[in-house]
């Protein structure tokens, strides 16, 4: 029955879902989202885009099906991917050849939709089936909440690894006042300028990355 075949596509959806938040590392979250348009759907060449640093273009960051890579970066509003990203709506295009976007193919369809977080749009995901009318409705609808999800997942990812960043950035950085703590702790213990210079470098060694060090005095000509 139709109704058992959307339930089991829901169920492998959830699934899906359910992996993408698993993912540790972005290379890992993009295989997962791949691997989630072949099992949801027929289909034999996809690929994940993400809108480059300057927001106009968008590049291909994983994908299947096609050589390596697949096609330069496309610009906002140019063909279906590009069309997408401008819109932020999802576009299914259900016979290429009628629509100028075959390549040469006679028989494929091409569903595109947008990684949107909140009102932005960072990227699009896109599937091409080897037959016209492949995609239903219901289809449709499935392939427009993978991606929904699926940059949820990646944004998830991104905060974690600027999380991350900058808490090796914090820690660098109270090492660094510690440091400069026990140097003046240093200073004020001793009278030893050779034990000083000594302890200094040596504590300077700890948080500065450098491989050799010297301390230089001035010599300057005796005024009497």
């Not at 096609?71 to 590009?82: E, K, L, N, Y």
């Not at 990227?123 to 999800?149: K, M, N, R």
């Amino acid at each position: 029955m139709e109704s058992d075949a959307v339930l089991l596509q829901l169920q492998a959806l959830n699934r899906a879902c359910l992996s993408f938040n698993a993912a540790t590392e972005m290379g890992e979250l993009y295989c997962r989202i791949i691997d989630s348009m072949w099992n949801l759907f027929t289909v034999e060449r996809g690929a994940v885009m993400l809108l480059d640093a300057g927001g106009d273009q968008l590049e291909v960051v994983r994908h299947r099906g096609y050589a390596d890579p697949p096609h330069p970066p496309i610009p906002i509003g140019q063909g279906i991917c590009g069309t997408v990203a401008k819109s932020g709506q999802t576009l299914y295009v259900c016979d290429l050849a009628q629509n100028g976007h075959s390549n040469g193919r006679q028989r494929a369809s091409k569903i595109a939709a947008p990684l949107r977080l909140d009102n932005r749009i960072v990227g699009v995901l896109f599937a091409v089936s080897p037959s016209q009318q492949t995609f239903s409705s219901i289809d449709i609808e499935v392939f427009t909440s993978l991606a929904i999800h699926a940059a949820a997942a990646i944004n998830k990812l991104h905060m974690l690894a600027s999380l991350h960043k900058r808490e090796v950035q914090l820690t660098a950085r109270l090492q660094e006042i510690i440091t400069l703590s026990r140097v003046g702790e240093t200073i004020s213990a001793t009278l030893d300028l050779d034990r000083l210079l000594k302890d200094v470098l040596r504590l300077a060694s700890e948080v500065l990355p450098f491989q050799r060090c010297a301390v230089l005095f001035v010599k300057r000509d005796d005024p009497t």
